[in-house]
């Protein structure tokens, strides 16, 4: 669980940014208390990695969060304020709270 609520990046923020439409995801929201909130991930942010390698898509993003082991600290490179920031996250299970 990461804790964020993520859209597919929007053509004109990924040009803005200067990367490839539909590249990475942007973070909408950030749960308070989250593995994301605790790691200073904040919305606003768009992720273009995580644990490595670049994030083609939202649905790419999705599913690396989905298959990360709990316990895992993962590093989640953004894109905030025009410059490139690695936070590092680690991965927890998400709580009954939200439905799994």
């Known amino acids: 669980w990461l804790g964020v609520s993520l859209q597919a990046l929007p053509e004109d ?7 490839a439409a539909g590249a990475g995801a942007l973070v909408t929201e950030v749960v308070v208390g989250s593995p994301a ?4 991930l904040k919305a606003g942010d768009v ?4 644990g ?6 939202l ?3 999705v599913n690396r969060v989905r298959t990360a082991d709990v ?3 993962v590093a989640v490179e953004v894109v905030r304020d025009g410059g490139k920031k690695t936070v590092v996250v680690e991965m927890t299970k998400m ?3 939200f439905g799994r």
């Open 13 to 19: 923020l990924a040009k803005r940014h200067g990367l």
């Open 37 to 40: 909130d605790k790691a200073g």
């Open 47 to 50: 992720i273009v990695a995580f």
């Open 52 to 57: 490595g390698p670049p994030v083609p898509s």
């Open 59 to 61: 649905e790419a993003l």
């Open 71 to 73: 316990g895992n600290k």
């Open 95 to 97: 709580p009954e709270l």
